[in-house]
């Protein structure tokens, strides 16, 4: 057995960096897609997008096309950061441009026909890591308002 080296550590993340050209659409347009996915990058996905939904959640401006726009932008990020598709903003500051994305993309094909192509077990763990954050998140939610809850309890009944 060889012991752990940087070099090794090295090579194994250069390896994540792998890619793989698709043909979408039907006049065959090249699309380089991630082989697979660096767990630093899910977790980066994974919280902007719960930070868009709080974001969605807490807006004055909510309306049904705004939710149902926030549902693609998951896959958006997916594409953003596993694959070379034009036309995705660099980050979801402006919402209602990165829906007006997460549209066309799905109106002309091209979402669907992209993720398609990502090995299943990658998007996997996408969805599996937001699951664990958003469960461990509602955890440490409900267990803030107890105590918050708790804590106000024992003012009222110090008379403060």
Do not use: C, H, W
Not at 81 to 92: A, G, L, Q, R
Not at 96 to 104: E, L, S, T
Not at 126 to 155: H, I, P, Q, R, W
């Amino acid at each position: 057995m060889a012991k752990l080296s940087t070099a090794k550590i090295n090579k194994l993340n250069k390896s994540l960096d792998q890619k793989r050209k698709i043909y979408i659409l039907e006049d065959n347009d090249e699309v380089l897609i991630n082989i697979k996915f660096k767990e630093t990058v899910i977790n980066r996905i994974v919280m902007e997008y719960l930070t868009v939904l709080q974001r969605v959640s807490t807006s004055d401006q909510l309306d049904n096309d705004l939710v149902i726009g926030s549902i693609g932008l998951l896959n958006l990020f997916m594409l953003r950061e596993f694959s070379d598709v034009p036309m995705i903003p660099k980050n979801s500051e402006d919402l209602q441009k990165n829906i007006d994305v997460v549209d066309a993309l799905y109106n002309v094909g091209i979402m669907d026909a992209v993720m398609e192509q990502f090995d299943m077990n990658e998007k996997q763990k996408v969805y599996d890591k937001l699951n664990k954050v958003s469960a461990e998140s509602g955890k440490f939610l409900g267990e803030a308002a107890f105590k918050e809850a708790f804590t106000s309890e024992e003012t009222v009944e110090d008379g403060l």
